[in-house]
């Protein structure tokens, strides 16, 4: 299982950012994918989750401001961000679970700035 992200960057107080997240190696559009992420000096936590069927999960934190949402034709699940805030400058991670392991990408930066 390969999990490549991309769409981090730099983005002001406010702003938004779309994360992308392409899958291999499994059949896709039978399993639950995630985001995470880890700012500096913090554990790792639980973003957004989106389920097989489409259901979807999010941290507290951000439930109105981001939307998680997949794509089974192409492979990819996407987090579009907005109302960003400097509490969510961090490192998101993809992820899956396939069997009974855990799979991450490799990480995208996000950096909200004032």
């Known amino acids: 299982v390969q999990l490549q992200a991309s769409g981090g960057g730099l983005a002001q107080t406010g702003g938004s950012l779309r994360l992308s997240c392409h899958a291999s190696?499994?059949?896709?559009?039978?399993?639950?994918m995630n985001w995470y992420r880890q700012a500096p000096g913090e554990e790792r936590e639980f973003v957004a989750g989106i389920t097989s069927g489409g259901i979807t999960d999010y941290l507290e934190s951000v439930r109105g401001r981001f939307t998680i949402s997949r794509d089974n034709v192409r492979r990819m699940v996407s987090l579009q961000t907005a109302n960003l805030t400097a509490d969510d400058t961090a490192v998101y991670y993809c992820?899956?679970?396939?069997?009974?392991?855990?799979?991450w990408g490799r990480g995208t930066l996000v950096t909200v700035s004032s």
């Open positions: 190696g499994l059949n896709f559009k039978n399993y639950a």
């Open positions: 992820n899956t679970k396939y069997g009974g392991r855990d799979f």
